[in-house]
């Protein structure tokens, strides 16, 4: 009888852990994660997405084009080895480069879920700062500089994409969350008919932000 009621002692214990345990969140990879590894493969109902970008390489761009579509699904590591594979088929486009700066922070999600869950509007490294620059953020702000250097070919359009980026990936910005916020601005402003990307992503950026007073406001 001891024995029986010790095993479902056991049991029950097993499944209390099992339900303590969170599932891994593929959305959002932690600070220290590294990059996730080649190669990366052409996928099935991950939306179609119409992105051009400056490239020598129809492949890279059907990359990009899946590396957008998975980044506006949240679904962060995927999208972040598309971009990937993208740079690896042509090491000297741009744009590419920007998907990884985006993604690889884990910070790619609407505003009003970084306030909640406390994450600092400070890319600097500090204690307990979940941008610090090591692991996925390092490499976002490592991508966004290097964006910048190939941005010599890219389009207007594309440069005013990797200026927003390269500002909220600025160690010395105070506040690179409104930066970018303004540099996605600066798009739907100076290109209004040529960036429906950027006005997604401002949206998702102002969404809550308590700049217009809060959920539900108008950005």
Not at 48 to 59: E, L, N, R, W
Not at 90 to 116: E, K, N, T
Not at 158 to 185: F, H, M, T, V, W
Request: charge should be positive.
């Amino acid at each position: 009888m001891r024995l029986k009621a010790f095993a479902v002692l056991l049991s029950s214990a097993s499944l209390f852990a099992a339900a303590e345990i969170k599932p891994k969140d593929m959305c959002a990879p932690p600070p220290g994660g590294s990059a996730p590894s080649l190669p990366a493969h052409i996928l099935t109902g991950q939306g179609k997405i119409d992105f051009p970008i400056t490239t020598s390489s129809a492949k890279a761009q059907e990359f990009f084009n899946q590396g957008v579509a998975q980044m506006h699904s949240f679904w962060a590591t995927e999208a972040e080895r598309s971009f990937l594979q993208a740079s690896a088929l042509d090491p000297q486009a741009a744009m590419p480069y920007w998907g990884i700066a985006m993604v690889a922070a884990g910070d790619y999600r609407p505003r009003f879920q970084l306030v909640r869950d406390g994450v600092p509007s400070n890319v600097k490294k500090q204690d307990g700062n979940p941008r610090t620059p090591l692991g996925g953020p390092g490499r976002a702000m490592a991508a966004a500089k290097k964006a910048q250097e190939l941005s010599g070919k890219a389009t207007d359009l594309e440069k005013l994409y990797i200026a927003s980026i390269a500002a909220r990936r600025n160690p010395q910005s105070k506040d690179p969350d409104g930066d970018y916020i303004k540099g996605l601005r600066a798009i739907v402003q100076d290109l209004p008919g040529a960036a429906p990307d950027a006005r997604l992503q401002h949206s998702g950026q102002t969404a809550c932000a308590g700049e217009h007073g809060g959920c539900g406001d108008s950005a």
